[in-house]
């Protein structure tokens, strides 16, 4: 596809604001389609319409229901994998555009939804275009952020899906009144830093001497990677990959799906009145906002590391709480009323401790660990994983509720607490770390961080290991905030140094 270059003028602030605005958009649309399911969920006529209950609005197929949000998932993960082999192979802006084409036209059919059969396929093209958006977005966010900034911006980023899950959320609230119910790197580089000094200079050659050493990936290069095959030596790609996919599915077990897909049932648990029930549901999913604007400050400062196994803390402590409260609630139900207010506030603080944590974590490790060549289609097996975590568990919940009541909570506490060793043991530190060096960690033939860590001190160093010159300090007359004008002659500088 042809562009335009209109963009090459703009300041260094405007692009990047751009380019933010533009992955908010698309993060929004994943966000969204969560959320949307909760109320429709518990909308009589979708009830009646598809056939898993009564004309009340009572669910009696727990398990058409959850089959029906979780389909959904099996589009996200074919979605991801397409979308990122298209991404690698025509660019990042034309995959996100064929993303929008399948999100457009799945959205379009769930909303004309008339019976199951419908409304499953519609979910399945929808989930397809999600998976190619999801899977894409975060990657063009890493790829155009700094070493020290990219959890950060990836953060903010993220705020669109809990904005998303919002604006579902209150729109089913605001409902109940009615009815009851995607050129040079070089130069992108320029524009997007703000200047071209040496620091840049090394940041491009960096990229170019990965590319060289490189290929183009097959779009089903993930059978061969997922059973130890299809990589070079030392790149370990099916580390990578095991890593990426369990990394969201332990996300998904931490009961975030609970409290997202059908925080209305675990609210009606709790006693509260239907139109009750959507106002604190969406009021319950905003807070995730400010749990991602806390995970942008703190992303980058901690590490992702230490991200995930506070927040693996944090929430055993919440669930633990929640369940021991709706335990004495169900022993006592006369005191029903005045265990309730308690319930709901453990279920705002699980939504902004996973926010800040695992919400944005999740998500940002999958873009970071992955070479170039691969990286929006790698950043599939992280997508996969977050598609079938979110899948089983949006499937099972009902059930599980149904079988188990509160003690489900007990359950997602005591996994929170399995995290914090997996986390430990075999997840490496990506923070502060260019994405072309963090290949080193992998080299290590290592699936201990220890040793991915102590790896990763030997060899580092990009250019030294493809045996080429670093830049050389800026040339007088060109300074870091040089407006972009002098960098050929930069170029030609560092280019001479290397020779």
């Not at 929004?28 to 009589?44: A, H, I």
Request: charged fraction near 15%; charge should be negative.
């Amino acid at each position: 596809m042809g562009y335009s270059t209109w963009w090459k003028g703009w300041s260094p602030k405007k692009l990047n604001v751009a380019i933010q605005i533009f992955s908010l958009v698309s993060i929004f649309f994943e966000g969204y389609d969560q959320g949307v399911m909760g109320g429709v969920n518990s909308s009589p006529y979708y009830v009646t319409e598809v056939g898993i209950g009564e004309p009340d609005g009572t669910v009696t197929d727990t398990v058409h229901q959850g089959g029906i949000v979780s389909v959904y998932y099996l589009g996200c993960i074919f979605g991801s994998f397409a979308g990122g082999w298209a991404a690698d192979r025509i660019g990042r802006i034309n995959g996100l555009f064929i993303g929008c084409l399948f999100a457009l036209v799945g959205g379009a059919l769930q909303a004309a939804a008339q019976s199951s059969d419908f409304i499953i396929v519609a979910r399945v093209i929808t989930g397809i275009g999600t998976g190619a958006l999801t899977g894409i977005t975060p990657v063009m966010i890493s790829e155009t952020s700094t070493a020290d900034h990219r959890g950060g911006y990836l953060g903010y980023v993220f705020i669109a899906n809990y904005l998303g899950i919002s604006v579902a959320y209150w729109i089913s609230f605001g409902l109940a009144f009615v009815n009851n119910g995607y050129s040079d790197a070089r130069e992108v580089l320029e524009h997007v830093r703000g200047r071209y000094d040496a620091e840049v200079e090394r940041e491009f050659l960096e990229i170019r001497a990965v590319a060289e050493h490189s290929s183009p990936s097959s779009p089903l290069q993930f059978v061969k990677i997922l059973v130890g095959r299809g990589s070079k030596p030392n790149e370990n790609l099916g580390q990578r990959a095991w890593l990426c996919l369990f990394l969201q599915i332990m996300a998904s077990w931490t009961g975030i799906t609970a409290v997202t897909a059908y925080s209305p049932v675990l609210l009606s648990a709790a006693g509260y009145p239907t139109l009750t029930q959507n106002g604190l549901a969406g009021g319950l999913n905003t807070v995730g906002i400010i749990g991602t604007i806390i995970s942008a400050q703190i992303v980058d400062r901690l590490g992702r590391r230490k991200c995930l196994m506070g927040g693996s803390v944090a929430l055993f402590a919440v669930n633990l709480i929640a369940g021991a409260v709706y335990e004495a609630s169900r022993n006592q139900p006369e005191k029903a009323s005045q265990y309730a207010p308690a319930a709901v506030t453990m279920l705002f603080l699980f939504n902004i401790c996973y926010a800040a944590t695992w919400g944005t974590v999740a998500f940002l490790i999958p873009t970071e660990i992955w070479s170039s060549e691969m990286r929006a289609q790698g950043n599939g097996f992280g997508i996969t994983g977050w598609a079938i975590g979110v899948g089983m568990t949006v499937l099972v919940n009902p059930i599980m509720f149904d079988v188990f009541e509160n003690r489900t909570y007990f359950l997602f506490a005591g996994l929170n607490l399995l995290w914090i060793p997996v986390v430990f043991l075999f997840y490496p530190e990506t923070a502060n770390r260019s994405l072309e060096s963090i290949d080193a960690l992998f080299s290590a033939n290592s699936f201990l961080n220890r040793n991915m860590e102590k790896n990763y001190r030997e060899h580092s160093d990009v250019l030294a290991e493809h045996a080429q010159a670093a830049p050389a300090e800026a040339p007088k007359g060109v300074s870091s905030s040089d407006d972009g004008s002098n960098h050929g002659a930069l170029a030609d500088h560092a280019e001479k140094s290397a020779v």
